[in-house]
């Protein structure tokens, strides 16, 4: 069984940085992709970022692309989203999402593709 916990989010004004983290148990962390996702009220949650085991492929959303950047540090079981020039519009719950090993190492955007999931974090931007 793998456990997930983010912690970093919080309030920031505009164009503001934040840095998420996401500790997770588990022997096969670096066997497995990450992601993270985001839930606004009102909203379906949707992909944001995903990382492979090793961490050389990285894959982004369209609307956080140049503004965001996934990483990890195997050794530790953590994977970061560092997110830079914050917008309202990113207001959400971010969740941190692992895929099980027995999948494969590549990165997924489906919400199903994910075995694993923290109980979220709030971010909130204002204007």
């Known amino acids: 069984q793998v456990s997930l916990v983010e912690s970093g989010g919080g309030l920031v004004q505009a164009g503001g940085s934040l840095r998420l983290s996401c500790a997770a148990s588990?022997?096969?962390?670096?066997?497995?992709?990450m992601g993270w996702f985001r839930q606004a009220p009102g909203k379906e949650r949707e992909f944001v970022a995903g990382?492979?085991?090793?961490?050389?492929?990285?894959y982004y959303a369209d609307s956080v692309k140049g503004r965001f950047t996934i990483s990890r540090d195997n050794a530790k079981n953590t994977v970061y989203l560092q997110m830079n020039s914050l917008r309202p519009e990113d207001t959400a719950v971010y969740y941190c999402?692992?895929?099980?090993?027995?999948?494969?190492?590549?990165?997924?955007?489906?919400?199903?593709?994910?075995?694993?999931w923290g109980q979220g974090t709030q971010v909130t931007v204002s204007s």
């Open positions: 999402a692992g895929r099980s090993y027995t999948r494969g190492s590549t990165i997924k955007t489906g919400r199903n593709e994910y075995d694993y």
């Open positions: 588990g022997r096969t962390f670096s066997s497995s992709s």
């Open positions: 990382i492979s085991g090793t961490g050389v492929i990285r």
